[in-house]
């Protein structure tokens, strides 16, 4: 079983930045996807980015030119450098991965981290 552990959010003002990072383990196998999702109170969780492991990237609208997925293959590793935050941006930041499990593409379900909280205030 794959264990998501995320760190670094935190409490940072209107046009500030912060930096998420999340680490994999459990498994030999990589998660084929890596990424992050955010929920704000009283709304439906969201997709922010995700990143293969062979580096498409793809973003939420909202966060495009502000936000910035990277990972480590080697590492199992996955950040998120958040830049020019808006309160908008207030949620709990949660890390997710998937398997790739055959040749159609089939996912398997997504691993979860715990979350973490990113606060911006104006």
């Known amino acids: 079983q794959v264990q998501l552990v995320e760190s670094g959010g935190g409490l940072v003002q209107d046009g500030g930045s912060l930096r998420l990072s999340c680490a994999a383990s459990?498994?030999?196998?990589?998660?084929?996807?890596m990424g992050w999702y955010r929920q704000a109170p009283g709304k439906q969780r969201e997709l922010v980015a995700d990143m293969s492991s062979g580096g498409r990237t793809n973003y939420a609208d909202s966060v495009k030119g502000r936000f910035t997925i990277s990972r480590d293959n080697a590492k199992k590793t996955v950040s998120l450098q958040m830049n020019n935050l808006k309160p908008e941006d207030t949620a709990v930041y949660y890390c997710?991965?998937?398997?790739?499990?055959?040749?159609?593409?089939?996912?398997?379900?997504?691993?979860w981290g715990h979350g973490t909280q990113v606060t911006v205030s104006s």
């Open positions: 997710s991965g998937y398997r790739i499990i055959n040749v159609e593409g089939a996912r398997s379900p997504l691993f």
């Open positions: 459990g498994s030999r196998f990589s998660l084929d996807v």
